[in-house]
C-alpha cells in the first residue's frame, strides 16, 4: 500500500532509500492516504489528499538523500509548492511531464504540493 497508493520507493541505483521515488495513486475511491517509512537516514513521510477538489502532496525527504517525485498533473503550470509556481520552488527542478504527471527532482526537506484544477 505505502508504494503503490501512496507511492514511496527506492531506485536501484542508490540503494537504501538513498534516492527516493514518489509517485502517488490517487483514486479508486480513496479522497486520502498516507504512510511513513524509517530509512537509514530518517523518516521518509507522504500523504495525498483529493477531498477539496485539487490534489494536495505533504511529503517529507530526509536528510542527505533526493528524490524523484512524480505529481498527477498534466501541466505544471497547475502545480505549486508552499503556494508558489513550483517552478520558482529553491532546490526543485522540473524534469517534464509524461503519461498524466509532472515529474520533479528534489533534495531534501518538507514540501507542501497543490496541483489546482
Do not use: Q
Not at 531506485?11 to 504512510?35: C, L, N, Q, T, W
Request: hydrophobic share 30%.
Amino acid at each position: 500500500m505505502y508504494r503503490v497508493m501512496v507511492g514511496l520507493d527506492t531506485y536501484e541505483d542508490e540503494p537504501g532509500y538513498k534516492h527516493i521515488r514518489v509517485m502517488p495513486h490517487p483514486g479508486g475511491g480513496f479522497s486520502r492516504a498516507a504512510a511513513s517509512l524509517e530509512t537509514y537516514y530518517g523518516k521518509l513521510s507522504c500523504e495525498w489528499n483529493t477531498g477539496n477538489g485539487n490534489f494536495d502532496m505533504d511529503l517529507e525527504i530526509p536528510a542527505n538523500t533526493h528524490a524523484t517525485v512524480l505529481i498527477p498533473a498534466t501541466d505544471a503550470s497547475h502545480l505549486t509548492e508552499g503556494g508558489k509556481p513550483v517552478s520558482s520552488g529553491e532546490g526543485i527542478t522540473l524534469a517534464g511531464s509524461e503519461n498524466g504527471y509532472t515529474t520533479i527532482n528534489l533534495g531534501s526537506g518538507r514540501y507542501h504540493f497543490e496541483v489546482i484544477k
